[in-house]
């Protein structure tokens, strides 16, 4: 399929879509009531009440009371929602699960408690939703997934509908490998090349949570065939001062541990959370490859191997936001991750036919060190008029990551009847380097109550220096060589510019939003080897336009129509033309020409909310041409080395549907599901003798919670993912569950267990033919066995059900008093910077 018939495809089905659009339209019902103090029984004017939608956390209708405190909020659709009303130097009132079905519900008096010195807010304790779902995203909670405690960011990952997690640690949404990565919004060193390793390395107790975007809109980078993952770094959103301990033991030599401290008053919001995490991931791997050689004779290898990788990282997280006025807000984090690991790996390989019977035995041993260091500056700005904003950030990060291998490969070989064993002994050292930096702003202008511009500009510096560098031992001498044909020195600089424009326009309960992106980017690669310098050029400029088209068929219904246009820019070791023979079997070398993949993707959702089930479902079709995919062949003339290389592929599609389904099954359990089924077909190319290839393929999970008795809960988790194809094979089925307990031994006091691949059956298994059947191979890895870990958690302070009561007992002494200056106090209660209202409320506590 061709962008024109994309086009005109995607016009036709917004033609039925607009027709689909004509409804019934309703009055609403009503919510009505007064504000009055609840000691001296004063009338409250002025003060802001709201209602709040439910199934997305949208505000729907809002006013000020009047002279005599009276309000009425009139024309809201049916659904579920929540009221709350704020005053200056009083604490909030909410009211939770309104029903409205065209009726009119009078609150009466509210009676509202006064607060000394800073804005408090009611806390309601109850289960926070694991999963929060919308049109444009999904937005998964840490906190109550028990599975993960004790965790990585990696072991979170696996746990989010609609990712994967293969078996080398990266990261694919709905299939695709092609998938942007954030940081907090923003990219990040933390998100390089090593990005596997590094997201072992984060805990996942210092995550907030997960963002999910697999249609972005031209606000967001281009950047991401498949969409954006945007990893929440945990910040305060709480009153006080607040802290939480935690301590994690388990197999594998598995230890962390977790502190978070807080403090926030009406001028300053102060943040930190340090982590430790110190764990061992122990896998496997078998691999039969069979092979002919010139004279059509069959080789046949079979390879065995186990691996261990310790590894030792501590984070810390911390920031400080400063309220100069009741709306500007100045904010400065950095995130320091520091971190040790080492991999042992052994195995032996036996190569038999065409004359040659070799058992190769291999011993190797990988010890490496790094550090991701990032900064940002966040100014955040809110005019009187509602939802008009002036955001921008410069952030900066760096990092460094140094590794030794070495490599000691032993051979016995019998061949013509003549014994001969030898070995090689070969030390690789690498040392990397990144540079980031991220310049943006963003501004919002509400043209009236209708309609709304967006528009923004960001730019990014990026540089990357891996110096690899290898010495092999003489066999003569005994002494190790540097040998300049098996070393490099690869420079990786990127910018890219960029502009975007959005328009919203809301008619009636339809709404459309348009979209333009002007990326400019520049590459340039170096490098260096034995000698010889290699310079590549890449610059090009496109435009990246999306369209949603959105219809709140009633109050708790929204469908949508989405289109945009996105691209997948190759990266180091994709585009790096050095040929690397580390691993003895099988070589790997990137492709300086490499274009990037420019991808067409349109989806259709729907979602659905009653009291009970939450119900969102899409169907997507992507279009991505120039597609990339790693190409393993015979190398050169060789009938036992194979060699993997990057190549473009004229295009591939995937057209699927996925369906996530959150639903109460009464007060004590509740399911989320997620099922998504694809068609995929990849476009071949003979003279990279790869041939067509396609066929559907579909994953699902399923996580139950179960909550017997208030303080105990029981979380388990399974997957599925079925069978593939991939450009030279396929990948077989792989299925794994998982579960945790919870048990809340005070109200500041909780334990948990939880273990991971319960029955230790996650195998990554794959079959590739290439060739034309010269090369069949056939691989079972396995991440990492089962693990089982344990964990205490303590929190403190001034937000927990102690602290509440020494503060209720405070103001209960001393007369209320009203804040004669409420223009110099936030009204959100304090902390209006841009993570207000974000951070995490330990015990599954919502802040209303």
Do not use: C
Not at 376 to 400: C, M, R, V, W
Not at 482 to 488: E, G, I, R, V
Not at 514 to 534: H, K, M, P, Q
Not at 762 to 768: E, Q, W
């Amino acid at each position: 399929m061709n962008s024109r018939v994309l086009l005109k495809l995607l016009f036709i089905t917004g033609l039925l879509f607009v027709a689909f659009n004509t409804r019934a339209q309703t009055t609403g019902g009503s919510i009505s009531g007064k504000l009055v103090d609840a000691s001296t029984g004063k009338i409250l004017d002025f003060a802001t009440v709201a209602v709040v939608r439910k199934s997305d956390n949208q505000p729907v209708k809002s006013m000020q009371t009047d002279l005599q405190g009276n309000f009425k909020l009139s024309g809201i659709p049916d659904g579920y929602y929540l009221f709350r009303a704020t005053f200056v130097g009083y604490i909030s009132f909410t009211k939770d699960s309104l029903n409205i079905k065209g009726n009119a519900v009078n609150l009466g008096n509210i009676k509202m408690h006064g607060s000394k010195g800073v804005l408090k807010e009611v806390t309601v304790t109850a289960q926070r939703s694991q999963i929060q779902l919308s049109t444009d995203k999904k937005v998964f909670s840490v906190d109550q997934s028990l599975v993960s405690q004790g965790g990585s960011a990696t072991d979170l990952l696996s746990n989010v509908p609609s990712v994967q997690v293969d078996v080398d640690g990266n990261i694919n949404l709905r299939g695709s490998s092609s998938v942007r990565v954030l940081i907090n919004g923003k990219p990040s060193a933390l998100t390089g090349a090593n990005l596997s390793d590094i997201l072992q390395s984060i805990p996942a107790s210092s995550i907030e949570n997960i963002e999910v975007i697999t249609n972005p809109s031209s606000k967001y980078d281009a950047e991401g065939q498949s969409g954006i993952i945007n990893i929440v770094l945990k910040r305060n959103a709480q009153v006080g001062f607040n802290g939480s301990v935690t301590a994690t033991a388990g197999t594998q030599h598995t230890y962390n541990g977790s502190v978070n401290l807080t403090y926030q008053n009406k001028l300053i919001n102060i943040y930190t959370n340090y982590s430790y995490r110190k764990g061992t991931r122990i896998g496997n791997g078998v691999t039969n490859t069979t092979t002919l050689d010139s004279l059509r004779r069959t080789i046949q290898q079979n390879a065995i191997n186990d691996q261990e990788f310790k590894i030792t990282s501590n984070n810390i997280r911390s920031g400080i936001d400063f309220n100069l006025d009741r709306k500007t807000t100045l904010s400065f984090s950095n995130n320091i991750n520091i971190r040790d690991n080492n991999r042992y790996q052994t195995g032996t390989t036996s190569i038999m036919g065409g004359g040659i019977n070799q058992q190769q035995t291999q011993n190797n041993v990988s010890s490496g060190n790094g550090n991701n260091l990032d900064f940002n500056l966040d100014f955040d700005h809110k005019y009187k008029k509602p939802q008009q904003e002036f955001t921008a950030n410069i952030g900066y990060s760096t990092s460094k990551n140094n590794s030794t291998d070495n490599l000691n490969t032993g051979y016995n070989t019998i061949q013509n009847g003549i014994d001969s064993i030898s070995s090689l002994l070969q030390n690789n050292l690498t040392i990397g380097r990144q540079h980031n930096w991220n310049i943006q702003a963003d501004y919002v202008l509400p043209l009236n109550h209708n309609n709304r511009l967006e528009m923004g500009y960001r730019s990014t510096f990026n540089k990357n220096d891996n110096n690899y560098l290898v010495d092999t031992l003489n066999n003569l001498s005994n002494q190790y060589v540097f040998a300049d044909t098996l070393s490099n020195h690869f420079i990786y600089n990127e910018q890219i510019h960029s502009v975007y424009t959005n328009y919203q326009q809301q008619f009636g309960k339809f709404g459309i939003q348009g979209g333009l992106r002007l990326e400019d980017a520049r590459i340039n690669t170096t490098t260096y080897s034995a000698g010889v310098t290699e310079q590549h050029k890449q610059d090009y400029f496109r435009v990246y336009p999306s369209l949603f088209l959105t219809d709140k068929i009633t109050e708790n219904q929204t469908l949508q129509l989405s289109y945009s246009r996105r691209v997948s820019r190759p990266r180091d070791r994709q585009i790096s033309p050095f040929l690397d023979r580390s691993n003895r079997q099988n070589y790997q070398q990137g492709n300086p020409d490499l274009k990037p993949e420019d991808t067409h993707s349109i989806e259709l959702s729907y979602i659905n909310y009653w009291k009970s089930l939450t119900l969102t479902s899409s169907l997507y079709y992507r279009l991505t041409n120039d597609n990339i995919q790693q190409i393993r062949t015979l190398y050169d003339n060789s009938s036992t080395v194979t060699l993997t290389k990057f190549e473009n592929l004229k295009s591939a599609s995937n057209a699927g549907y996925e369906l996530i389904a959150k639903v109460n099954v009464g007060s004590m359990v509740d399911l989320t599901g997620n099922v998504n089924v694809y068609y995929r077909n990849i476009q071949g190319d003979p003279e990279l003798g790869v041939q067509s290839t396609s066929g559907y393929a579909w994953n699902a999970n399923l996580t139950g919670n179960i909550k017997p008795f208030k303080k105990f809960g029981i979380q388990l988790r399974g997957d599925y993912q079925g069978p593939q194809v991939i450009a030279q094979g396929n990948m077989k089925a792989m299925y794994g569950m998982d579960g945790g307990l919870k048990y809340d031994i005070t109200k500041t006091l909780n334990f948990s267990a939880n273990a991971r691949d319960i029955f230790n059956t996650r195998k990554f298994t794959s079959v590739v033919v290439s060739d034309n059947g010269a090369l069949n191979q056939y691989s079972e890895r396995r991440f990492a066995t089962r693990i089982v870990l344990f964990t205490l958690a303590y929190r403190f302070g001034a937000n927990t059900p102690a602290g509440r009561q020494r503060q209720q007992k405070k103001q209960d002494q001393q007369p209320d008093q009203q804040d004669t200056n409420p223009d110099d106090v936030p009204q959100n209660g304090g902390g209006a910077g841009p993570g207000a209202g974000k951070g995490g409320q330990p015990g599954g506590q919502i802040k209303m």
